[in-house]
T-cell receptor
Framework: QKEVEQDPGPLSVPEGAIVSLNCTYS??????FMWYRQYSRKGPELLMY????GNKEDGRFTAQVDKSSKYISLFIRDSQPSDSATYLC???????????FGQGTILTVHP | NAGVTQTPKFRVLKTGQSMTLLCAQD?????MYWYRQDPGMGLRLIHY???????AKGEVPDGYNVSRLKKQNFLLGLESAAPSQTSVYFC?????????????FGPGTRLTVL
């Protein structure tokens, strides 16, 4: 079993929809939880991060962590075509800044 | 600042050939990482370095070697390329700290091994 499992998708939604992206993990040692966004043929870029259980908002994006269930989510409100990308969850805090990534979910938002 | 750069952007190799991928960062970061990205597999850590002159194995190190002779550069070598090494390779860098260690990624190198 992988340490981090991510719903593979792909997801295709209409513009304006609410998108939910999810990951589960098995290692309780992870201390922080990140979401990276990767546009086609580009490197990943950090979108959001959080340390603790609960919600963190940044504009149209909300990151949610439930440490008791080992479950993390990213919600995108009012999705836009410019949100079309691969979203990767990444968990860290074990050692030397190493991150463990989920498989990535390809999201397409169509006009 | 250029951030993290990777050379080359694309490469096609024949089985058994060797090559070196170069990663350079201008952010004075201590930590550097090499990943490979395959469809449905996410990013998998090949090797990493926590400072000049140090290297360590990641999740999938077999068939690769690395060197960090200068703080700003991290080289990934394939001594005898195999078709299973066809992938997109990403380099990343980060600084140690008490909080979140954000990794900054390069644009990637697309490698095909025939």
């Amino acid at each position: 079993q992988k340490e981090v499992e991510q719903d593979p998708g792909p997801l295709s939604v209409p513009e304006g929809a609410i998108v939910s992206l999810n990951c589960t993990y098995s290692n309780s040692a992870f201390q922080y939880f990140m979401w990276y966004r990767q546009y086609s043929r580009k490197g990943p870029e950090l979108l959001m991060y959080t340390y603790s259980s609960g919600n963190k908002e940044d504009g149209r994006f909300t990151a949610q962590v439930d440490k008791s269930s080992k479950y993390i989510s990213l919600f995108i409100r009012d999705s836009q075509p410019s949100d079309s990308a691969t979203y990767l969850c990444a968990l860290g805090g074990t050692s030397y800044g190493k991150l463990t990534f989920g498989q990535g979910t390809i999201l397409t938002v169509h006009p | 600042n250029a951030g993290v750069t990777q050379t080359p952007k694309f490469r096609v190799l024949k089985t058994g050939q060797s090559m070196t991928l170069l990663c350079a960062q201008d952010m004075n970061h201590e930590y550097m990482y090499w990943y490979r990205q395959d469809p449905g597999m996410g990013l998998r850590l090949i090797h990493y370095s926590v400072g000049e002159g140090t290297t360590a194995k990641g999740e999938v190190p077999d068939g690769y070697n690395v060197s960090r002779l200068k703080k700003q550069n991290f080289l990934l070598g394939l001594e005898s390329a195999a078709p299973s090494q066809t992938s997109v390779y990403f380099c990343a860098s980060a600084n140690p700290g008490t909080g979140v260690n954000e990794q900054f990624f390069g644009p990637g190198t697309r490698l095909t091994v025939l």
